[in-house]
């Protein structure tokens, strides 16, 4: 299946630049192109993430060897850093490793970020050769993506005291907000493709507490999006917004220029202000 040629053009010139062999493994087969409508043929339970964080291809390889498990990789095209950058952060369990950018390894899954790509290595039936093959198939994959991507500015306004850096999902969509935390079943927030929004959990001597930041392209979409919270998420906020949970926590929310904050359960009202104070609008 091929992907669209506009948006292929990028990664069919990686993919003519991968390996074909790595450690005895050898490619198996033609190769198979995606885009963000046929994607949902290959990985029909999660191709809805890729394309919230605006897919432009994929492409699917298989690496054999006789008597051992198939090797597949799988380079999805995100199009930006930032996106492929989000991909990453949906899922960021495993042991770091030095692959790519972030490069995570769990049992039969190596998966990293590198500049517009989104890399993922699954291993069939992982064994101790299967294993090491799998890792120096994502060493080979990352040595010819040539450049590094820059994480997206947002993150920049994340308080540092507490942040717990494996928790961090940047993302645009509310299917993926709605996946980390649940808000709503609807957009209230407003979030789209030209909305930039990152969830961050935070562990602090006062407890726990979540920090959500979303960064809109005009200031009349920022109003209304902290309008809607108010209404919908905040009914009973005060003239600080914030306001105490029906499960005893606390949440706040405040609106400065183009920037949505929103603290969602805090274990106080202190650590909802003190976790607000500290963003840096």
């Not at 649940?182 to 407003?190: A, H, P, T, V």
């Amino acid at each position: 299946m091929t992907a669209n040629t506009s948006h292929a053009d990028p990664l069919q010139q990686l993919t003519s630049a991968l390996p074909r062999q790595v450690k005895s493994w050898v490619v198996e087969g033609e190769d198979r192109f995606f885009d963000d409508k046929t994607i949902f043929d290959y990985i029909d339970g999660s191709g809805e993430v890729y394309r919230a964080y605006n897919l432009q291809g994929c492409m699917s390889r298989v690496y054999s060897k006789e008597g051992q498990p198939s090797i597949v990789l799988d380079v999805f095209d995100m199009g930006t850093p930032a996106d492929a950058f989000g991909v990453f952060t949906h899922d960021t369990d495993g042991e770091a490793v030095a692959i790519g950018q972030d490069g995570r390894w769990r049992p039969g899954w190596l998966n990293f970020w590198k500049d517009r790509y989104f890399v993922s290595v699954t291993v069939q039936e992982e064994n101790a050769q299967a294993f090491e093959a799998a890792l120096e198939l994502g060493r080979q994959v990352g040595a010819r993506i040539l450049q590094e991507g820059a994480r997206p500015k947002l993150l920049e306004r994340l308080p540092q005291a507490g942040l717990q850096a494996g928790t961090i999902r940047f993302l645009h969509h509310p299917i993926v907000l709605n996946y980390h935390f649940y808000l709503s079943d609807e957009n209230i927030l407003g979030l789209s493709p030209g909305t930039d929004a990152v969830l961050a959990t935070y562990q602090r001597a006062a407890g726990s507490a979540r920090l959500l930041l979303v960064q809109y392209p005009d200031a009349g979409a920022a109003r209304r999006a902290a309008e809607n919270t108010r209404r919908h998420y905040l009914p009973d906020a005060d003239a600080d917004g914030t306001a105490r949970l029906e499960n005893g926590r606390w949440a706040s929310a405040r609106l400065k220029d183009r920037l949505l904050v929103v603290v969602l359960e805090a274990g106080s009202r202190e650590s909802a202000a003190e976790l607000m104070r500290e963003t840096n609008y």
